[in-house]
C-alpha cells in the first residue's frame, strides 16, 4: 500500500507537471471509485478545469482545481496517478483518464479497485470528514516529542497499532511504523505508554528519519507503486522485507509476526 513516502512522491511530481494544464476531455472506464459522483457527473464537472496546486494530508492526494473545486483522491492498496503523452497505450485497470489540451493525459490506474476519488465543490475541502479525523503530520514542526508522549500516553495498546492508527499520526502505514520502531529499538508489541521519555524520543527520531530517507529514495519499489513517471522508488527497507533474513545490526534472525492482521517485523535482540 502507499504510505506517507509514495504519496509524497506522487504528490511532488504532480506538483511539478500539472499546474496550469487543463482538461481537454474525461473518460471513465470504471465508475466504481468515483465516491460523490456518478460517473458523467464527474466527466462534465472536471472538463474544462485547469489544474492549480497539489498537497498531500496524510495519505490524500488533494489537487486542486482553479476554479475552487478540489479533486481528493486516497490510493488505499494499489492506486497510481501517471501524466503521459496521450499515444502512449492504456495499462490494464486504469479507471479514468483526463485528456489535456496539451497532448498528455493524467490517469488513474488501480488494479485492486480499493482506491477513492472525490471531486468536491468549492468550500467542501474544509469540511471534508476524512480530513478532519487526521492526526499531526509526523514531517511537522508540530509533530514534537512533547506530542508524540501525548500521543502514547495512558493508551494500553500496542506501540505499532497507535502508530498506524491515522487519527494520533497521519500517513504511516504498515512499512514505516516497522522501520521506524527498529530504528528506535522498540518491540512492536509493547503497550503505548509503557515507552520511557528516551525511547520516545527516539521513536520521534526514527519516523521522522525514515520518511525521509524514503521520500528521498522516492518511495519503496514494490509491484503496484510507481511514480507519476513510471518510475519505481529506490527505498529499500532495514527489516520490513521478506528477503530481510537477518537484523543489519546485530546480525540475529528477523522475527515476522502478525499484529492486528498485519505482517509485522522486528528484531528480538536489538528491540525491547
Same mark, same amino acid.
Given at each position: 500500500?502507499?504510505?506517507?513516502?509514495?504519496?509524497?512522491?506522487?504528490?511532488? *511530481? !504532480? #506538483?511539478?507537471?500539472? $499546474?496550469? %494544464?487543463?482538461?481537454?476531455?474525461?473518460?471513465?472506464? @470504471?465508475?466504481?471509485?468515483?465516491?460523490?459522483?456518478?460517473?458523467?457527473?464527474?466527466?462534465?464537472?472536471?472538463?474544462?478545469?485547469?489544474?492549480?496546486?497539489? =498537497?498531500? =494530508?496524510?495519505?490524500?492526494?488533494?489537487?486542486?482545481?482553479?476554479?475552487?473545486?478540489?479533486?481528493?483522491? +486516497?490510493? =488505499?492498496?494499489?492506486?497510481?496517478?501517471?501524466?503521459?503523452?496521450?499515444?502512449?497505450?492504456? %495499462?490494464? +485497470?486504469?479507471? @479514468? @483518464?483526463?485528456?489535456?489540451?496539451?497532448? +498528455? #493525459?493524467?490517469?488513474? %490506474?488501480?488494479? =485492486?479497485?480499493?482506491?477513492?476519488?472525490?471531486? !468536491?465543490?468549492? *468550500?467542501?475541502?474544509?469540511?471534508?470528514?476524512?480530513?478532519?479525523?487526521?492526526?499531526?503530520?509526523?514531517?511537522?514542526?508540530?509533530?514534537?516529542?512533547?506530542?508524540?508522549?501525548?500521543?502514547?500516553?495512558?493508551?494500553?495498546?500496542?506501540?505499532?497499532?497507535?502508530?498506524?492508527? /491515522?487519527?494520533?499520526?497521519? *500517513?504511516?502505514?504498515?512499512?514505516?511504523?516497522?522501520?521506524?520502531?527498529?530504528?528506535?529499538?522498540? /518491540?512492536?508489541?509493547?503497550?503505548?505508554?509503557?515507552?520511557?521519555?528516551?525511547?520516545?524520543?527516539?521513536?520521534?527520531?526514527?519516523?521522522?528519519?525514515?520518511?525521509?530517507?524514503?521520500?528521498?529514495?522516492?518511495? %519503496?519499489?514494490?509491484?503496484?507503486?510507481?511514480?507519476?513517471?513510471?518510475? #519505481?522508488?529506490?527505498?529499500? $527497507?532495514?527489516? +520490513?522485507?521478506?528477503?530481510?533474513?537477518?537484523?543489519?545490526?546485530?546480525?540475529?534472525?528477523?522475527?515476522?509476526?502478525?499484529?492486528?492482521?498485519?505482517?509485522?517485523?522486528?528484531?528480538?535482540?536489538?528491540?525491547?
Amino acid at each position: 500500500m502507499p504510505e506517507l513516502p509514495e504519496v509524497e512522491t506522487i504528490c511532488r *511530481g !504532480l #506538483q511539478e507537471s500539472l $499546474p496550469g %494544464r487543463r482538461v481537454k476531455h474525461v473518460e471513465v472506464s @470504471w465508475g466504481g471509485c468515483l465516491k460523490n459522483l456518478a460517473a458523467d457527473q464527474f466527466q462534465s464537472r472536471l472538463e474544462g478545469c485547469v489544474f492549480g496546486g497539489v =498537497r498531500r =494530508r496524510g495519505k490524500y492526494l488533494l489537487l486542486q482545481l482553479e476554479d475552487g473545486q478540489t479533486l481528493v483522491a +486516497h490510493l =488505499r492498496m494499489t492506486g497510481g496517478f501517471s501524466l503521459c503523452p496521450a499515444e502512449e497505450p492504456l %495499462r490494464l +485497470h486504469t479507471h @479514468w @483518464w483526463a485528456e489535456l489540451e496539451d497532448g +498528455h #493525459q493524467l490517469r488513474f %490506474r488501480d488494479p =485492486r479497485k480499493f482506491g477513492l476519488i472525490y471531486l !468536491l465543490a468549492p *468550500g467542501q475541502i474544509e469540511s471534508f470528514p476524512p480530513l478532519g479525523k487526521l492526526g499531526p503530520e509526523p514531517l511537522s514542526a508540530s509533530f514534537t516529542v512533547s506530542c508524540l508522549t501525548s500521543l502514547l500516553a495512558g493508551s494500553n495498546r500496542r506501540v505499532k497499532e497507535v502508530l498506524l492508527d /491515522q487519527s494520533k499520526v497521519a *500517513g504511516i502505514g504498515n512499512i514505516y511504523a516497522d522501520e521506524a520502531l527498529y530504528l528506535a529499538k522498540v /518491540q512492536p508489541t509493547r503497550p503505548a505508554d509503557s515507552l520511557r521519555p528516551a525511547e520516545i524520543k527516539r521513536l520521534r527520531r526514527g519516523i521522522r528519519l525514515v520518511l525521509e530517507n524514503s521520500i528521498r529514495s522516492q518511495g %519503496r519499489s514494490f509491484s503496484d507503486y510507481c511514480q507519476v513517471n513510471g518510475r #519505481q522508488g529506490d527505498y529499500a $527497507p532495514l527489516v +520490513h522485507d521478506a528477503d530481510s533474513a537477518y537484523c543489519p545490526s546485530c546480525s540475529c534472525a528477523i522475527e515476522k509476526i502478525r499484529l492486528g492482521g498485519r505482517g509485522t517485523y522486528y528484531c528480538p535482540r536489538c528491540q525491547r
